[in-house]
């Protein structure tokens, strides 16, 4: 295995560092300052890298966003069913209920470099993330951008994952590119219902309305 220069492993770094810090003080308050204290590093040596906050936020925001895409793509077979896909998109794409509670929870860690296995956002962590970020890309064009890129490729990805059902005549014909949209839509909205811990006492399981919905769009 090649030795891994000492840039990749600064800028991972620095990464994980900011989005623990904007976990901490929220992306408003969190500085270059408190970065550098959090990944023991100079201020200079994030300006070298990252050259200004808001561009460390943007490339923090792709990171954030990229830990999905990894995870997912590290545990689909091509061996899997439809099904079995779209499940390792929803058990990776939809944060957790957490503890409201705000107690303590173990760094984060967005980087690759130790391994997938290693990686790992905690729940309470990826929902303040969720929110800090995305409340962010309403007044911020170029986290806009990223998102649509992200956004772009998930619709792509679903989409394949749909056609190969159908193809295979596992899902019942249908409009894919309107069922991935609305694949997408779902995540989007249970993921915003869990961050701010909201489920009616008349749902047990939102994962089991999320599957009904699933079945009555794909079952034959």
Same mark, same amino acid.
């Given at each position: 295995? *090649?030795?891994?220069? /000492? &840039?990749?492993?600064?800028?991972?770094?620095?990464?994980?560092? #900011?989005?623990?810090?904007?976990?901490?003080?929220?992306?408003?308050?969190?500085?270059?300052?408190?970065?550098?204290?959090?990944?023991?590093?100079?201020?200079?040596?994030?300006?070298?890298?990252?050259?200004?906050?808001?561009?460390?936020? +943007?490339?923090?925001?792709? !990171?954030?966003?990229?830990?999905?895409?990894?995870?997912?793509?590290? &545990?689909?077979?091509?061996?899997?069913?439809?099904?079995?896909?779209?499940?390792?998109?929803?058990?990776?794409?939809?944060? @957790?209920?957490?503890? /409201?509670?705000?107690?303590?929870?173990?760094?984060?860690?967005?980087?690759?470099?130790?391994?997938?296995?290693? /990686?790992?956002?905690? *729940?309470?962590? @990826?929902?303040?993330?969720?929110?800090?970020?995305?409340?962010?890309?309403?007044?911020? #064009?170029?986290?806009?951008? !990223? +998102?649509?890129?992200?956004? @772009?490729?998930?619709?792509?990805?679903?989409?394949?994952?749909?056609?190969?059902? #159908?193809?295979?005549?596992?899902? @019942?014909? #249908?409009?894919?590119?309107?069922?991935?949209?609305?694949?997408?839509? +779902?995540?989007?909205?249970?993921? /915003?219902?869990?961050?701010?811990g909201f489920k009616p006492e008349q749902i047990n399981d939102d994962i089991d309305v999320f599957w009904n919905v699933m079945n009555s769009m794909f079952v034959k």
């Amino acid at each position: 295995m *090649p030795k891994v220069g /000492m &840039e990749p492993i600064r800028r991972s770094q620095i990464i994980n560092s #900011t989005l623990e810090c904007i976990c901490i003080e929220g992306i408003e308050k969190m500085s270059l300052d408190m970065v550098a204290k959090e990944a023991k590093c100079s201020k200079g040596v994030i300006s070298y890298y990252y050259k200004s906050k808001d561009n460390l936020i +943007l490339e923090s925001f792709r !990171a954030f966003l990229n830990y999905y895409k990894i995870k997912i793509d590290s &545990e689909i077979r091509k061996n899997m069913t439809p099904y079995e896909m779209l499940r390792v998109v929803q058990e990776n794409a939809l944060p @957790k209920y957490y503890n /409201m509670n705000n107690e303590p929870e173990p760094k984060l860690n967005v980087s690759e470099l130790d391994g997938v296995k290693l /990686m790992n956002i905690p *729940p309470a962590k @990826k929902a303040k993330l969720f929110v800090n970020f995305f409340s962010r890309a309403m007044i911020d #064009t170029n986290l806009q951008e !990223a +998102l649509q890129e992200v956004y @772009k490729e998930d619709y792509s990805g679903i989409s394949s994952i749909i056609s190969h059902g #159908t193809k295979a005549e596992i899902f @019942k014909e #249908t409009d894919i590119n309107k069922s991935a949209y609305a694949i997408m839509a +779902l995540y989007i909205g249970i993921s /915003m219902l869990r961050v701010v811990g909201f489920k009616p006492e008349q749902i047990n399981d939102d994962i089991d309305v999320f599957w009904n919905v699933m079945n009555s769009m794909f079952v034959k």
